[in-house]
């Protein structure tokens, strides 16, 4: 199993970015999949999870309103499309459905 994220990097408040995970070693169509936070000295949130058919979702309250997760399930993506970025929104961000990402750090800082 490997989860590649990608699309992080430094934004202003009020920004938005788009990241992207990439799955491969496992059937990624029957799978929930989900993004996680982890800022400095606190313990890993879940931010976002997206049903294997893309049907469902559920957010984490502070972000619901300003991010997006969706899945391509037949480029075996799963995406989260982050606007109106807060500085509290800063962390590296991980995919994972029980396994996890090597993660990718968004910064949000003025």
């Known amino acids: 199993v490997q989860l590649v994220e990608s699309g992080g990097g430094l934004v202003q408040p009020g920004g938005s970015l788009r990241l992207s995970c990439a799955a491969s070693?496992?059937?990624?169509?029957?799978?929930?999949m989900s993004w996680y936070r982890q800022a400095p000295g606190k313990e890993r949130d879940l931010v976002a999870s997206?049903?294997?058919?893309?049907?469902?979702?559920n957010y984490k309250d502070s972000v619901k309103g300003r991010f997006t997760i969706s899945r391509d399930n037949t480029k075996r993506t799963v995406y989260l499309q982050m606007n109106s970025l807060k500085p509290e929104d800063t962390a590296v961000y991980y995919c994972?459905?029980?396994?996890w990402g090597q993660g990718t750090q968004v910064t949000v800082s003025s």
């Open positions: 994972s459905t029980g396994y």
């Open positions: 070693g496992f059937t990624f169509s029957s799978y929930q």
């Open positions: 997206i049903s294997s058919g893309g049907t469902n979702t």
